[in-house]
Structures are given as C-alpha cells and as structure tokens.
C-alpha cells in the first residue's frame, strides 16, 4: 500500500507527495537450483503486484490499475548473488478525471527495464544489502530513464 504523503501540490509540475492512496496486492515465488559449475545455485524470483489506485479528492484523478512485474535471475557463491533483474508493467484500465477518459486515449503506461544486480548476505547481522541498476529498454507515458535501488533489508 502506498499512503497519500508527503506535500502535494496541483500547481507544480512535479511534487514531494501524492494526495491517493494505492492498493498493491502481491505474489511472490523464488526456485533455486542445485549447486552448479558457477556456484551453489541459479536462483529465479518474481514478485507479480497490481497496482489499485484510488481516486486524488483534490484532482479527481483516478490511475488505471496497473499490473507490474519485478524478477531476476542470479547465481549464489557463498554469501553473494549477482545476476540480471528486470521490471516490465503495463497499465490495464484508462486513467480518469472527473468520469472522464484523460486524453490521449487514457494514457496507458508501459514499462520495461533490465540490468544488473548484486547482493550481499550479512549473516551476523541477519540482513542483505542490494544494488540494483535497471536501464530502460521501453517506455509509454513514463519517464524513460535509469532506475537505481539500493535496499538493506532485516530477517524477523
């Protein structure tokens, strides 16, 4: 779920916040294989989400639903994985205003992107630091750039 934080604010073209809320339901699966020639094994994973925004009471802008796709496909040695990951999302249902179709035609969103990933397994400290770089191979009605996460994430 994504909460409507931050400073929202009509009159500028780009803004701190937005004023909505988002739905984001989301399945994920990993397979890996046997240790192999490279390592101790390939490792496949995908998270699927659709995307539900709600309406912007300030706007009445309304998001089509979106459905998004995060994988990646990586080697294990030890305490590191590196490999390729990707994103590719595309938007199901036109995006409104007021009941209205948002010209052109709704403006459906499509996005793809891939490059390389690397993480590092911290094991004293139960978590994984991650960098992640995904370059653009296709976009629609987005911004056609580079994307760059780094995430460190926590066992419970």
């Known amino acids: 779920m994504i909460f409507p934080i931050g400073t929202f604010n009509t009159h500028q073209f780009t803004t701190g916040g937005h004023n909505d809320y988002f739905l984001i339901p989301n399945v994920a699966a990993t397979y890996l294989t046997r240790p192999n020639v490279l390592g101790d ?5 995908a998270r699927l989400f659709l995307d539900h925004a709600l309406e912007n009471p300030q706007t009445h ?5 979106v459905l998004d796709l995060d994988y990646a496909v990586s080697e294990r040695v030890g305490r590191l994985q590196y490999g390729a990951a990707g994103f590719a999302a595309s938007q199901l249902g036109r995006d409104v205003r007021l009941g209205q179709t948002v010209a052109p035609h709704g403006r459906y969103l499509v996005s793809i992107k ?3 990933v690397v993480a590092y397994d911290l094991p004293g400290l139960g978590a994984t630091v991650k960098a992640k770089l995904t370059l653009p191979i296709y976009a629609r009605n987005t911004i056609l750039g580079p994307q760059f996460v780094f995430a460190i994430s926590f066992g419970l």
Do not use: Q
Not at 61 to 65: K, L
């Open 41 to 45: 094994g390939l490792e496949f994973s």
């Open 61 to 65: 802008y309304r998001s089509g639903d």
């Open 114 to 116: 891939l490059g390389p």
